[in-house]
């Protein structure tokens, strides 16, 4: 699955994870985030991140 | 300096910067810097918004006693950085009764930078208001317009947008307002490229959520207040669009002739083609003006001798600024002279990860560059204009 690169700090969302923090099941593709989904690191908003090249 | 009226009952009472002429150790201010602090006297609350540079402390509480301002119950912090929160220290040891209106976020950074005991701040959430008796003071959140922790207040019987750092401008003026427009605005663009460019994506979030709202003035914290705001908001929407435009932005740096031969030639066949051209040597430039020129061209020329193995340093710099602030650049090229071999192509693309860029063949010469070097620019210079026209950027 795509991963997708924070253009700010460059953590990483790895849908094979998820963010569990806040009850992103693992599987969970980045398209499906909920819309008011952030960057765990800084708190970006979903519109920050890029595919991973 | 001054304490000067926005509206019945709002004040400018920050600090006017005019000789500083260097920002975070690496931006040229060619006009100085404000670092604006508003004053709020609702009927019931007093409220500072923003504090100015801990340099400049002395000038906000003299500002404070001249306004005759006993007592004030909140400052809101819209953004932790020094130049904005520092003084926040200052006003608690000389009103030891305020609290401090903020953000999670931003709670925890004052902690962080500036020491702040953490119960003196009183969090507040995204949309929410206070009352200031005849006054009511609204918070937005605008996450990663700069900073994660950045938010707008916005004073609703006022209509005024307290921006913070948000379409600022470093510009010193004795005047309260946007007067002097055309170097206002140059300030405020070169603000936008050398700090905001980065974050366009959020930026037009916010421009939305902008426009939502009833405002009649931009009071920023650095520079003067916009008391008509279309100008200021209609440039921002265009900085911050996705198109780009028929340009190229040529970088470089030239040792001994022959990478600015090579430059020189590209120049004069971009031209020859219709395409506009902005070169920076970058000996002794002005690291606001190569920002500037990078916030709408389509493509970026890259000019390098080889220095031992790899790029001029110079170029090495300059290109990691670049890369820094993402500019929206959708096309690139690396040219350049070299000695004997070296890793200088490599070197460049390597440290330019986060700008996506179709790349041309690189041009390089050994040494001084003959008439097959010379061709290959006019090649070059061929090949850009044919991506300028399929981007339909060419009619």
């Known amino acids: ?53 | 300096m001054a304490v000067r009226e926005l509206k019945p009952g709002v004040y400018s009472v920050g600090a006017i910067d005019w000789h500083r002429r260097l920002f975070d150790e690496l931006i040229p201010l060619p006009h100085g810097t404000s670092y604006n602090s508003y004053l709020i006297k609702g009927s019931e609350k007093t409220v500072l918004v923003d504090t100015v540079d801990p340099s400049r402390e002395h000038e906000l509480l003299s500002n404070l006693q001249k306004a005759g301002v006993n007592r004030i119950d909140y400052i809101v912090a819209n953004h932790a950085e020094q130049d904005h929160s520092g003084t926040i220290p200052g006003i608690l040891r000389v009103y030891p009764d305020v609290m401090v209106l903020t953000n999670q976020k931003c709670s925890g950074m004052l902690v962080d930078h500036l020491g702040i005991n953490e119960e003196k701040v009183l969090t507040i959430t995204d949309r929410s208001t206070i009352s200031l008796g005849d006054r009511t003071l609204e918070f937005i959140f605008a996450p990663w317009v700069h900073w994660p922790e950045t938010m707008f207040t916005y004073s609703r019987e006022d209509k005024i947008l307290f921006s913070c750092d948000f379409l600022g401008s470093h510009f010193a003026s004795s005047s309260l307002f946007a007067n002097n427009e055309a170097k206002v605005y140059e300030g405020a663009k070169r603000y936008y490229a050398e700090i905001m460019m980065p974050f366009r994506k959020s930026i037009n979030r916010h421009l939305e959520i902008i426009k939502g709202l009833d405002v009649e003035m931009i009071a920023p914290s650095h520079g003067p207040v916009y008391e008509e705001t279309e100008t200021i908001l209609s440039m921002c929407r265009e900085w911050v669009s996705d198109s780009v435009n028929n340009k190229v932005v040529i970088i470089y740096v030239s040792m001994h002739g022959s990478t600015e031969k090579m430059v020189s030639r590209l120049i004069e066949t971009l031209i020859e083609r219709g395409i506009s051209v902005r070169p920076f040597n970058l000996t002794g430039a002005d690291m606001g003006e190569l920002a500037i020129s990078l916030i709408d061209p389509a493509t970026i020329v890259i000019a390098s001798p080889t220095v031992l193995a790899g790029a001029h340093p110079e170029v090495a710099y300059a290109v990691s600024l670049v890369n820094a602030l993402r500019p929206k650049l959708k096309f690139g090229a690396i040219i350049g002279s070299y000695g004997w071999a070296g890793k200088m192509v490599e070197q460049i693309t390597a440290m330019m990860s986060s700008l996506k860029l179709d790349m041309f063949e690189p041009v390089l010469a050994k040494g001084h560059p003959g008439e097959t070097d010379l061709q290959a620019i006019d090649h070059l210079a061929d090949e850009i204009l044919q991506k300028h026209r399929d981007a339909g950027l060419i009619k």
Do not use: H, N
């Open chain 1, 1 to 53: 699955m795509q991963r997708y690169v924070c253009i700010v700090c460059g953590y990483i969302y790895d849908p094979e994870i998820g963010d569990p923090d806040v009850g992103i099941e693992p599987g969970t593709p980045f398209e499906e985030l909920p819309d008011d989904w952030v960057c765990p690191e800084c708190g970006a908003a979903k519109d920050l991140f890029e595919k991973e090249a």
